[in-house]
């Protein structure tokens, strides 16, 4: 058994444990500020960058107040064809197609978006960061601090992500993405930028929820069925406040 990848993922994990914290605890203060008003905590990310979002809410262990922003043209359910990966990444680096999706929501000063990019040059991500500023939000983004270094822009805006970030949270994974080398191969495999993003979406979830509940704020979680201590029927309050927050908010 090659533990290459194993020792590699970790150390990235090691990485954002101590690197990262006073960043997450700032990115964290300023969510539970946000959820405690009865106002969103937004989300965004495409193609993989998708995947934290979903493991932040509705997830078990996730808290109301968090809004997934999920584009099914930017996510694809296939390799080609319709939904296909080929087809999602064209729209993903297509200027002025993200405000057509932004249009369908209501966003208010004083929010935050959480903006999600590996690589955080293409259209998508670095639109929904503008609008969100336009806006009056403030930004949090997850993304390589390698690649936001060391990448050149390629928005005519001449921004990267990073750029118009509030609070930049590094994944703390190398700009290729892929971890292993492979002999005779210049490309390499074993990815590490959803296990980074994740890692840092469960941080900033834990600590969001440690503050609202100093804050006094009546949380409602997410819960798996086999946490028998919660009624039967509690996911439907979950559900009930999800839909009242999102109401509340022009949603």
């Given at each position: 058994?090659?533990?290459?990848?194993?020792?590699?993922?970790?150390?990235?994990?090691?990485k954002?444990d101590s690197?990262?914290?006073?960043?997450?605890?700032?990115?964290?203060?300023?969510?539970?500020?946000?959820?405690?008003?009865?106002?969103?905590v937004?989300?965004?990310?495409?193609?993989?960058?998708?995947?934290?979002?979903?493991?932040?809410?509705?997830r078990?262990?996730g808290?109301?107040?968090?809004?997934?922003?999920?584009?099914?043209?930017l996510?694809?359910?296939?390799?080609?064809?319709?939904?296909g990966?080929?087809?999602?990444?064209?729209?993903?680096?297509?200027?002025?197609?993200?405000?057509?999706f932004?249009?369908?929501y209501?966003f208010?000063?004083?929010?935050?978006?959480?903006v999600y990019?590996?690589?955080?040059?293409?259209?998508?991500?670095?639109?929904?960061?503008?609008?969100?500023?336009?806006k009056?939000?403030k930004?949090?983004?997850?993304?390589?601090?390698?690649?936001?270094?060391?990448?050149a822009?390629?928005?005519?805006?001449?921004?990267?992500?990073?750029?118009?970030a509030?609070?930049?949270?590094d994944n703390?994974?190398p700009?290729?993405?892929?971890?292993?080398?492979?002999?005779?191969?210049?490309q390499?495999?074993?990815?590490s930028?959803?296990?980074?993003?994740i890692t840092v979406?469960?941080?900033?979830?834990?600590?969001?929820?440690?503050?609202?509940?100093?804050?006094?704020?009546?949380?409602?979680?997410?819960v798996?069925?086999?946490?028998?201590?919660?009624?039967?029927d509690?996911?439907?309050?979950?559900?009930?406040?999800?839909?009242k927050?999102?109401?509340?908010?022009?949603?």
């Open positions: 058994m090659n533990f290459k990848y194993t020792d590699k993922i970790v150390e990235i994990i090691s954002i690197t990262q914290n006073d960043k997450i605890e700032a990115a964290a203060a300023l969510c539970a500020e946000v959820i405690n008003s009865g106002k969103m937004h989300l965004f990310g495409s193609g993989h960058s998708v995947l934290p979002i979903q493991d932040m809410f509705p078990y262990g808290v109301v107040g968090w809004h997934p922003l999920m584009d099914p043209r996510m694809w359910s296939n390799v080609i064809g319709p939904g990966a080929r087809e999602l990444l064209w729209i993903e680096r297509q200027e002025g197609y993200i405000q057509n932004l249009q369908s209501t208010a000063p004083g929010e935050v978006m959480v990019s590996h690589g955080g040059l293409n259209a998508a991500p670095i639109e929904v960061a503008m609008y969100a500023k336009e009056g939000m930004v949090i983004v997850v993304t390589s601090e390698e690649n936001f270094n060391k990448a822009a390629v928005h005519s805006s001449g921004n990267k992500l990073g750029d118009l509030d609070i930049l949270i703390c994974c700009l290729n993405d892929a971890l292993v080398e492979i002999p005779g191969y210049p390499n495999v074993g990815a930028s959803t296990i980074g993003a979406t469960q941080l900033l979830a834990s600590e969001t929820a440690l503050k609202l509940q100093k804050l006094g704020h009546e949380m409602f979680i997410f798996s069925p086999n946490v028998t201590e919660c009624p039967p509690y996911m439907n309050q979950v559900y009930a406040d999800y839909t927050v999102v109401k509340e908010n022009g949603n």
